[in-house]
């Protein structure tokens, strides 16, 4: 016998944590990317990539930089 688990609630997202999951996803995918790349021998990778392994963060376009 099994008992099914109930379901949490749904939360309600933001469009601006929406926005914020879509580019930590399109994050992932290049880091993912560089990952397939490496290991397929293309060691290719511009400062900019280098910078964001680091950990720093890239300025989004939109972003004013002061």
Known sequence: ?????????VEMKTPEVLEQEMN??????????QVINFEEGETKTSPEETNL???E?????????S
């Open 1 to 9: 016998m099994c008992r099914r688990m109930s379901q949490p609630e």
């Open 53 to 55: 392994e680091k950990g």
């Open 24 to 33: 930590i996803s399109s994050e992932v995918i290049k880091v993912l990317e």
């Open 57 to 65: 963060r890239k300025p989004e376009e939109n972003e004013n930089i």
